[in-house]
């Protein structure tokens, strides 16, 4: 990857606390560099506390393009956006941002769409399949809401925090879609098991389901892109699972962050 980088190279922040584990930063700006535009992305670790501050000055930046969003300020950053996405809306998250002409950010998630697209580019087709979710924050309400719109029939959804897991499953149900309802940790019985949280990224975390409990034919498929094959991603194949991972993942969405941002989605 051969950058030319100049005063006229378009600045994107991704932001994030920690912020080592995301390969976003070669992957987008070679995907910039793949459409012939001057941009660059870089990281930006960042507390809770201190997301207004940055977010405020970030807006007054006239080379700034846009702002990728990682864990965990995707709630936190919709509720800087004047103006967002029906699916950001519809989860109260975000993981893209950009400006509007008129001042203030609009905000969109992708993740569940890259989410289903690595699981769908594996072989899982979701039509009428029965899924399970670990997560729901803001990469695990997005999940969701991409499984449903896909055609799974049933998502149950587990989450330490019970009041986010029921809150979540009422909103889906709102839909009139697949039926969403709470889950557990057991994966038997289901065509889809889904981690959408960080077990996994530190040693000694625990595995988000009772990998002994899957099933050969279900397929796995994990968030986590630190480290590239996690540790459910590894006792699902030991199992005979099929599988996808976050760094497929990642790739299956990039192409539509770069659109976002360069104002070439249908938003635009």
């Not at 190279?9 to 910039?32: C, W």
């Not at 012939?36 to 997301?51: C, E, F, K, S």
């Not at 009422?170 to 289901?190: E, H, I, Q, W, Y």
Request: net charge negative.
């Amino acid at each position: 990857m051969n950058i030319d980088l100049s005063g006229a190279t378009r600045l994107y922040i991704i932001v994030g606390d920690p912020i080592a584990q995301v390969k976003s930063p070669a992957g987008m700006t070679a995907a910039f560099l793949s459409r012939n535009h001057d941009g660059i992305l870089v990281p930006v670790q960042v507390g809770t506390g201190d997301l207004g501050d940055l977010l405020a000055v970030s807006g007054k930046l006239k080379n700034l393009g846009g702002v990728v969003v990682t864990v965990p300020h995707k709630f936190g950053c919709f509720s800087h956006c004047a103006e967002a996405s029906d699916r950001a809306a519809f989860i109260g998250s975000v993981n893209i941002m950009r400006q509007r002409p008129e001042g203030g950010w609009y905000g969109d998630i992708v993740d569940g769409l890259g989410f289903v697209s690595a699981a769908v580019n594996a072989g899982f087709d979701p039509a009428g399949k029965r899924a399970l979710l670990v997560g729901a924050g803001g990469a695990g309400s997005a999940i969701a809401l991409a499984l449903i719109d896909a055609g799974v029939a049933e998502l149950a959804i587990h989450d330490a925090d019970v009041a986010r897991r029921d809150a979540l499953v009422a909103r889906l149900n709102t839909l009139g879609k697949g039926r969403a309802a709470a889950g557990s940790t057991d994966p038997a019985g289901f065509d889809l098991v889904a981690n959408a949280t960080p077990m996994g990224m530190k040693e000694g975390d625990p595995l988000p389901v009772d990998v002994t409990r899957l099933a050969p034919a279900t397929h796995v498929g994990c968030v986590i892109t630190q480290p590239a094959v996690s540790p459910l991603i590894a006792a699902a194949r030991a199992a005979g699972c099929p599988t996808s991972t976050g760094t497929e993942m990642y790739f299956a969405l990039q192409e539509k962050m770069v659109d976002f941002l360069l104002h070439t989605d249908s938003n635009a």
